[in-house]
């Protein structure tokens, strides 16, 4: 998928303090909240999307990471804040090249390239970028944080899928995904999921090896973050290959990366 790169600059100035520079490489998924998380799409995004910001001086040189304050992430850490439309967007991390961040769910959708994105350093605002707002642009998080390849996926046993501990067909597995839009109960920023947990607005589909695939589960993930989509997946049981199978998955009509996309190990 090409990259596409936009740099917004202030003109320097002796007596005023340096404005954070916006550098969005695109958007790609990552695997876990260890490194950084980045999204797979040009300029869009979903209410709920966990996103990463590339740039420079967009926070601290020492990686900051999230902050936990009655039961919800943060809208600032490290000095930094995420601005969508206006809006504090709940924080993973900030550093100098790089900020995660959850879009807001009161971001309204948009045709267009039309909704302001701008990173906050130490009361310091960057200039805009414009981010086009779907209903899901979904991703599954992958082991290495690419985006592609193995998934961050674990077996029935509650194991890591590996080439060595595959799957087999008829099994349950678990995958978490970013991007499912709007929830019901409607989605409450940064808010760590536990008791009733919100599942999406939009049907959630799956395919494993180009076969279609039962969902056993489809939400908010125990502990970890809203925007953060457990699946649990029941592995067709007439997959008859071996290796590492493309697993592709569906928010309503929006599939998650097709190239090179997210396998998962399996052995019939």
Same mark, same amino acid.
């Given at each position: 998928?090409?990259?596409?790169?936009?740099?917004?600059?202030?003109?320097?100035?002796? $007596?005023?303090?340096?404005?954070?520079?916006?550098?969005?490489?695109?958007?790609?998924?990552? &695997?876990?909240?260890?490194?950084?998380?980045?999204?797979?799409?040009?300029?869009?995004?979903? *209410?709920?999307?966990?996103?990463?910001?590339?740039?420079?001086?967009?926070?601290?040189?020492?990686?900051?990471?999230?902050?936990?304050? =009655?039961?919800?992430?943060?809208?600032?850490?490290?000095?930094?804040?995420?601005?969508? =439309?206006?809006?504090?967007?709940?924080?993973?991390?900030?550093?100098?090249?790089?900020?995660?961040?959850?879009?807001?769910?009161?971001?309204?959708?948009?045709?267009?390239?039309?909704?302001?994105?701008?990173?906050?350093?130490?009361?310091?605002?960057?200039?805009?970028?414009?981010?086009?707002?779907?209903?899901?642009?979904?991703?599954?998080? %992958?082991?290495?944080?690419?985006?592609?390849?193995?998934?961050?996926?674990? /077996?029935?046993?509650?194991?890591? $899928? %590996?080439?060595? /501990?595959?799957?087999?067909?008829?099994?349950?597995?678990?995958?978490?995904?970013?991007?499912?839009?709007?929830? =019901? *109960?409607?989605?409450?920023?940064?808010?760590?999921?536990?008791?009733?947990?919100?599942?999406?607005?939009?049907?959630?589909?799956?395919?494993?090896?180009?076969?279609? &695939?039962?969902?056993?589960?489809?939400?908010?993930?125990?502990?970890?973050?809203?925007?953060?989509?457990?699946? /649990?997946?029941?592995?067709?049981?007439?997959?008859?290959?071996?290796?590492?199978?493309?697993?592709?998955?569906?928010?309503?009509?929006?599939?998650?990366?097709?190239?090179?996309?997210?396998?998962?190990?399996?052995?019939?």
């Amino acid at each position: 998928m090409t990259q596409r790169a936009y740099r917004v600059r202030q003109p320097g100035a002796c $007596n005023l303090p340096a404005r954070p520079e916006v550098a969005i490489l695109g958007l790609r998924h990552g &695997a876990s909240f260890e490194g950084p998380i980045v999204r797979a799409a040009s300029l869009q995004a979903a *209410p709920g999307e966990i996103l990463a910001i590339f740039g420079r001086r967009l926070g601290p040189e020492q990686l900051a990471g999230a902050e936990v304050l =009655d039961g919800k992430l943060t809208t600032k850490v490290g000095g930094v804040r995420v601005l969508v =439309d206006g809006r504090p967007a709940p924080m993973i991390f900030a550093s100098s090249g790089q900020v995660g961040a959850i879009v807001p769910y009161e971001t309204p959708l948009t045709d267009v390239l039309a909704s302001l994105l701008q990173v906050e350093v130490d009361g310091v605002v960057s200039e805009s970028v414009l981010l086009r707002i779907d209903e899901a642009q979904p991703g599954i998080f %992958t082991l290495d944080s690419s985006g592609s390849g193995p998934g961050a996926i674990l /077996n029935q046993d509650g194991s890591l $899928n %590996t080439a060595a /501990n595959p799957a087999h067909p008829g099994e349950i597995i678990s995958l978490w995904a970013t991007g499912e839009g709007q929830t =019901d *109960p409607p989605g409450v920023d940064g808010l760590i999921a536990a008791g009733a947990l919100p599942k999406p607005r939009l049907a959630v589909s799956a395919e494993v090896a180009g076969q279609s &695939a039962t969902i056993a589960y489809a939400g908010a993930a125990p502990g970890l973050t809203a925007g953060v989509m457990q699946v /649990n997946v029941v592995l067709p049981a007439t997959l008859d290959r071996s290796g590492a199978l493309p697993v592709l998955l569906y928010v309503g009509d929006r599939p998650s990366s097709v190239y090179p996309g997210v396998t998962v190990f399996v052995e019939p």
